[in-house]
């Protein structure tokens, strides 16, 4: 499977604290993008790191890519309870994973 | 700046009737997809265009069809549709040259009673 999976399912934090998310793969990419996703809305795309780097920031989210370990990391620092919402990463294959979903209590 | 336009946003149809779901790109993006979001599931690609040509095919099923213009919109067409083809339908377009980021419509929600 070309599916990029994504763990924790789950995960529930306070205000404040940090986010890390985990998303693995299993062939090879161009890049990976990380999208974020609100109940019910659209997906909205957060960042995107291409297979020659390492490591990206953007605000309050850090992605890294292990492209030996087929592995990418997402982390939201300072969570906001705005941030609750689903997170997936994407592979250059246009295949998602099952995402992580976030839950910021105030 | 312009965004990817979907129409319509909603759509009820009944079983075995048929729906037809638009997606117009980004100007100067030549590169459509489409993708299906169940309830409580991960977006799933059904199909992508390049330059009006399929380029890549995914979980779209044979009662599903889909065309690029020559104006670069897309049009998803869907035919006997069963209750569980109620989702989301994200469109997204890209420009080929760059770096193949995806840009996504706000989706149209398909309920199929």
């Known amino acids: 499977s070309q599916q990029g999976e994504e763990d924790p399912q789950a995960l529930s934090i306070q205000e404040g604290e940090n986010a890390t998310m985990n998303c693995s793969y299993k062939t090879s990419i161009n890049n990976l993008q990380w999208y974020r996703q609100n109940s019910g809305r659209g997906l909205v795309h957060l960042i995107l790191i291409r297979s020659n780097e390492r490591e990206k920031h953007s605000g309050r989210l850090r992605v890294t890519l292990d492209t030996s370990k087929k592995s990418s990391s997402l982390l939201i620092t300072a969570s906001r309870a705005a941030d609750t919402a689903s997170y997936f990463c994407a592979t250059s294959k246009s295949t998602f994973g099952d995402g992580t979903t976030l839950t910021v209590k105030p | 700046a312009a965004g990817v336009i979907q129409s319509p946003r909603h759509l009820i149809k009944e079983k075995r009737e048929t729906a037809t779901l638009k997606c117009y790109p980004i100007?100067?993006?030549?590169?459509v997809y489409w993708y299906q979001q169940g309830p409580g599931q991960d977006p799933q690609f059904l199909i992508s265009?390049?330059?009006?040509?399929?380029?890549d095919k995914g979980s779209i099923p044979d009662r599903f069809s889909a065309q690029q213009f020559s104006d670069y919109h897309s049009e998803l067409n869907m035919s006997s549709l069963e209750l569980g083809d109620s989702a989301l339908y994200f469109c997204?377009?890209?420009?080929?040259?760059?770096?193949?980021?995806?840009?996504f419509g706000p989706g149209t929600r398909l309920t199929v009673l």
């Open positions: 100007p100067r993006h030549d590169t």
């Open positions: 997204a377009s890209s420009p080929v040259v760059g770096n193949n980021e995806q840009f």
């Open positions: 265009f390049y330059e009006k040509m399929q380029s």
